[in-house]
Each structure stands twice: as C-alpha cells, then as structure tokens.
C-alpha cells in the first residue's frame, strides 16, 4: 500500500503562485510515476502534469509554461509549482502515484484562484 498526503493549496488571486506538496509513504518501488491531476466542479478528473523517477515529464496543454513539477525521490516527495494561476485553474488538486500497474491517489487540496 502506498499513502500520500498532499499540502500547500489555498485561495490565491489571479496571476498569483502556489506551491503543492505530495508526501508518498508505503511500500514504494523504484520505478514509479508521481502526477497531480484535478477535477473541478462538473467535470472529470483530468491529468494536470506527471513525472517519472528518472525525471521525464509531461504537461496538460493548458498548464504549459505556468506550472512545473519536480520530485525528490531520496524523500518520497513530488510538488507541483504554480505560476500565473487563472480562475479556470479552480479545482480540486489530487495527488497520483503509479508503480506496478496499480494507481493510489490522496485525498486532494483545494486550489481556488479568483478573478
């Protein structure tokens, strides 16, 4: 089993920064990918930016250039940094671990940008 628990989402005002958090404990493997996805109200969960352990990434075309996700694997950690945040970017933000074929999520932040 694998836990994660994620930090650092809030309110901010549009053009503003956040910085989210993502601690992965268990049972964790070396081979793994960390993401952050987000569903906003009404509509699907949906891949916001995902990286590899060997640090290969890739982005939602609508977070390219304002958003960067980094991770540290010596601390089971990912984060995600949010630049010039759009109220569109309102949703709630869930951390995703995949390893062996199998998928664990954490119980998401809310990040909510207002105009």
């Known amino acids: 089993q694998v836990q994660l628990v994620e930090s650092g989402g809030g309110l901010v005002q549009a053009g503003g920064s956040l910085r989210l958090s993502c601690a992965a404990s268990?049972?964790?493997?070396?081979?793994?990918?960390m993401g952050w996805y987000r569903q906003a109200p009404g509509k699907q969960r949906e891949l916001v930016a995902a990286i590899t352990t060997g640090g290969s990434t890739n982005y939602a075309d609508s977070v390219k250039g304002r958003f960067t996700i980094s991770r540290d694997n010596a601390k089971n950690m990912v984060y995600l940094q949010m630049n010039s945040l759009k109220p569109e970017d309102t949703a709630v933000y869930y951390c995703?671990?995949?390893?062996?074929?199998?998928?664990?999520w954490g119980q998401g932040t809310q990040v909510t940008v207002s105009s």
């Open positions: 268990g049972t964790l493997f070396s081979i793994n990918i």
């Open positions: 995703n671990h995949a390893q062996r074929y199998r998928n664990y």
